[in-house]
C-alpha cells in the first residue's frame, strides 16, 4: 500500500513536470515566432546622403514582440555594410545596437553609418548583412540563445 | 489482463500516430518548402516510432499485472526518446531559410535541461516501479 502510494505521488510528480516542461516549450516557440524583425525593410530603408567627401548612411530596422511570456534580452543588432569595390571580407562600415524588448513591446532603431566618398563612387553592388544576437529569457533565466544572420545585396 | 491488453494496444496507436506517422507529415512539408531537412528520412522516423510504441504498448499493457516489465519497458522507451531528442536539437540547432537570405543558429540552454530532466524523472519512476514491482501488482478486486 505505501509503495503504491508514493509510486503515485511520483507519477503525478512526472506528469506535472512534464505539463510544466511542454507548457513552457510551447509559449516560448510561439514567442520566438511572435519576434517581428523588419530586416527587409531594414535593407529596403538604407539612405545615402552624398556629402564632398563622405557619404552617410542610415538604416532603421522596427522590432515588435508580439509574444506572451518570453523576454528578449541583451539583443545585440550589428548592421555591416559590404562594397564590392573592397571587398566582402572586411565592412566599409558596422553599428552596433543593445536592447532588451519585451511581450507585447515596439521599438525602432537607427543605425548611422560614415562611408568615405571615394569607396561610394566606386561601389556597383553593397551588400547589407544584418546580424541578430539574443537570449529568450524568463525571469532572469536563460531558456535559449541565438543568433540571426539576414543578408540583402543591391 | 484483457482491460491491460486493450489499454496496450490504445497506447501503441496513439504513440505511433504520434511518433511515427505525424513527424513523417512535419517532414514532408519542411521539405516541401526547403526549410530544412531532418537528420532521419521517412523510414527511420517510422521505424523509431514503431519501437517506441511497441514499448509504450509493452508499458501500458503490463502497467498493473507485471510492474517489471512495464518498468523494464518505460526504460528502454525514454533511453530512445532521449536519444532522439539530441538529435531533434542537432537538426535545429542550424536553420537555414535561403529564400529569404537568414540563417539561424540556436543554442538551447535552459529549456534542454528542463526537457532532459522531465525524462529522467520518468526513467527514475521506472526504476522505483521494478524495484517495488511486487507491491505495485494491483489485486483483483472480488
Known amino acids: 500500500m505505501a509503495a503504491r502510494t508514493i509510486f503515485n505521488i511520483i507519477k503525478v510528480i512526472v506528469i506535472l513536470f512534464g505539463i510544466g516542461v511542454s507548457v513552457l516549450s510551447t509559449i516560448m516557440t510561439y514567442d520566438a515566432a511572435s519576434l517581428n524583425i523588419g530586416l527587409k525593410d531594414a535593407a529596403g530603408s538604407v539612405v545615402f546622403t552624398v556629402g564632398p567627401t563622405t557619404v552617410d548612411v542610415e538604416a532603421t530596422i522596427g522590432l515588435e514582440h508580439r509574444g506572451i511570456l518570453f523576454s528578449f534580452s541583451n539583443m545585440n543588432v550589428i548592421v555591416y555594410i559590404y562594397s564590392d569595390a573592397v571587398g566582402n571580407n572586411s565592412p566599409v562600415a558596422l553599428d552596433k545596437e543593445t536592447f532588451t524588448i519585451n511581450p507585447g513591446e515596439q521599438k525602432t532603431l537607427t543605425f548611422d553609418f560614415v562611408i568615405s566618398r571615394a569607396i561610394f563612387n566606386s561601389t556597383t553592388e553593397w551588400t547589407i548583412v544584418i546580424e541578430v544576437e539574443g537570449i529568450m529569457s524568463l525571469m532572469d533565466m536563460n531558456f535559449v540563445s541565438f543568433t540571426l544572420n539576414y543578408t540583402e545585396t543591391f | ?142
Do not use: C
Not at chain 2, 499493457?61 to 522507451?77: N, Y
Not at chain 2, 532532459?116 to 507491491?135: D, E, G, M, N, P
Open chain 2, 1 to 142: 489482463m484483457i482491460l491491460g491488453v486493450k489499454s496496450g494496444i490504445i497506447k501503441f496507436i496513439y504513440i505511433f500516430i504520434t511518433w511515427g506517422y505525424l513527424p513523417t507529415l512535419g517532414n514532408d512539408v519542411a521539405r516541401h518548402y526547403g526549410i530544412y531537412l531532418l537528420l532521419f528520412d521517412k523510414e527511420m522516423i517510422m521505424a523509431i516510432g514503431f519501437v517506441l510504441a511497441v514499448l509504450a504498448g509493452l508499458e501500458k499493457t503490463f502497467e498493473d499485472t507485471k510492474p517489471g516489465i512495464s518498468g523494464v519497458s518505460g526504460i528502454l522507451r525514454n533511453v530512445v526518446v532521449l536519444w532522439y531528442f539530441f538529435k531533434f536539437l542537432e537538426m535545429i540547432t542550424l536553420i537555414r531559410l535561403p529564400a529569404l537570405n537568414i540563417n539561424i543558429s540556436v543554442s538551447y540552454n535552459l529549456i534542454k535541461d528542463l526537457v532532459v530532466a522531465s525524462i529522467f524523472l520518468t526513467i527514475f519512476k521506472h526504476v522505483i516501479q521494478i524495484a517495488f514491482s511486487k507491491q505495485l501488482v494491483k489485486k483483483p478486486e472480488t
